[in-house]
């Protein structure tokens, strides 16, 4: 057992999950944040245990051609970003391998490589802020949660936001101490602003506002509205009002203050209505390549009937309408239900419905009314699929399955369970639509190869008529 305080040296082979090195001292896995692999160190162990460790790097030995200068000046606080002290090279590689050794570890599978698709850029992607608001000596300021906490650490640029993200948080920062608006204390459940809540449309450059408040009311609304007029594409504000404690950010009722409550945005050529509570991927270019690798690996024809399981707004549902006979989405959140069913009527697609509910649930009331889709497409939360999702995928036997996932491991293991049902592994891929953080997103075919594995019920899919209680 390695001895807390003590220097050690150590080289780091590979990484962690979270993006964290791992180095092996003394037959113990010791982990060292913003560290990169081949880089030797002199290392100090912060917290031992008997088959593991944490470690702070004292000195780097030997630095990899990889490490570069760390352009955001909160790099090392903030637990929004893990990579910028390695280049882009090394972190697209580091993505594309732990999905791999996912899926060979856990999935059972031998890949000796994995595609992945990397982005063109790693700056200003991301779509959508979440800005806890935290004071300090009776000013308020927000920003993003050092790593492991809930202390706020303040930062005037996100190099990964785009500048009308951090000009709305700015804006708003200075209008609530103007008036002297409180910050939500987690503590003593007092205070009245929680989160600024940014979303902008990548081709409208539309921008929604939400203020996520311990209330329902806000004062000096009129002067807020002004202030976020001077923002180029301010389209909407909104209140969510969430009084609940804990960890969830968006409350359950939404107040609109100016303009329709939503934005639009374009993605696969289809216009989209997007509110505050719709899933909608925050790097849009790589979104796009995404759906577009899910669409081309599913094969659809037009006689195929096609189930989304979390569907969200139904952006993937609709793009994959173009090709299909039918298309069903199912989302678990009403709002998103709602925006889903409007997309459809705005892009004039008739052969899409949508229904609210658990996607387990749903999938297997659905196959109790003796529809079986020919391709279904799941694109789950990072938790991945639940048994009754599972039980419903084997019951209703697709001809092919498409899984986006945004978490390896989960993935992993239920390739493991689909492939003890009859499928196997066509194909994988990871797309990056996370860049400078330790997310990542895959997109995996599975398919039956023998029509006699399976009792398969055809539904014509211009006879089909569905209805969910």
């Known amino acids: 057992m ?25 037959g113990c896995a010791v982990f060292l944040p913003n560290a990169i692999a081949g880089e030797r160190y002199t290392v100090r162990i912060e917290k031992a245990a008997k088959t593991w460790a944490a470690g702070k790097i004292v000195e780097i030995l030997e630095k990899s051609p990889h490490r570069v200068n760390r352009e955001c000046p909160v790099a090392k606080l903030c637990g929004g970003c893990d990579f910028w ?44 802020a979440q800005y806890p608001v935290a004071s300090k000596k009776g000013r ?36 609530v101490n103007h008036y002297r608006i409180s910050a939500y204390d987690e503590q003593t459940h007092k205070g009245l602003l929680r989160h600024i809540y940014v979303r902008r449309g990548a081709v409208s450059k539309q921008v929604l506002v939400c203020l996520v408040t311990n209330g329902r009311k806000l004062p000096h609304t009129e002067d807020l509205i002004k202030r976020l007029q001077a923002v180029p594409g301010f389209t909407s504000l909104v209140l969510s009002v969430n009084t609940k404690p804990g960890n969830t950010i ?55 009937l096609v189930l989304d399981l979390y569907c969200g707004v139904g952006t993937i549902t609709l793009a994959m309408a173009k090709a299909a006979g039918k298309v069903i989405g199912v989302e678990v959140v009403e709002q998103a239900v709602a925006d889903a069913r409007e997309n ?22 659905l196959e109790s009314k003796g529809i079986h889709p020919d391709v279904i497409v799941v694109d789950p939360p990072r938790k991945g699929l639940n048994a009754d999702t599972i039980e419903a995928l084997f019951r209703m036997s ?14 992993a293991r239920d390739v493991a369970l689909l492939k003890d049902r009859g499928y196997t592994l066509k ?41 969910m209680n």
Not at 4 to 25: C, F
Not at 347 to 352: C, D, P
């Open 344 to 365: 459809a009527r705005r892009n004039g697609i008739e052969n899409a419905e949508f229904f609210c509910g658990d996607a387990g649930k749903a999938a297997l009331e």
């Open 427 to 467: 194909n994988a891929m990871a797309t990056d639509l996370f860049p400078r953080c330790a997310h990542v997103e895959t997109v995996v075919l599975l398919s039956r190869e023998k029509a006699d594995d399976y009792i398969r019920i055809s539904v014509h899919t211009k006879d089909l008529k569905t209805s």
């Open 250 to 304: 968006l409350g359950d009722e939404f107040i609109t203050l100016y303009g329709p409550g939503y934005i639009e945005d374009t993605l696969c050529g289809l216009n989209f209505r997007l509110s505050a509570r719709s899933f909608y991927h925050i790097n849009h270019h790589q979104a796009q390549r995404l759906y577009e690798a899910a669409i081309a690996q599913a094969e659809i024809t037009k006689d195929d």
């Open 140 to 175: 308020v300021y927000a920003g993003f949660f050092k790593a492991g906490t809930h202390q706020v650490v303040e930062n005037d640029r996100c190099l990964i936001l785009p500048e009308e993200s951090d000009r709305v948080r700015k804006l708003v920062i200075d209008y």
């Open 2 to 26: 390695l001895l807390k305080n003590e220097i050690y040296e150590a080289v780091v082979t590979d990484y962690t999950a979270d993006g964290q090195g791992v180095a092996h001292i003394e």
């Open 398 to 411: 697709p001809r092919r399955i498409v899984y986006v996932s945004c978490d390896p491991a989960t993935l």
């Open 85 to 128: 002290h390695m280049d882009y090279a090394e972190e697209s590689r580091l993505k594309a391998d732990r999905v791999r050794q996912a899926l060979n570890r856990i999935g059972g599978e031998n890949l000796q490589a994995l595609p992945i698709l990397s982005a063109p850029t790693c700056y200003g992607y991301r779509n959508k």
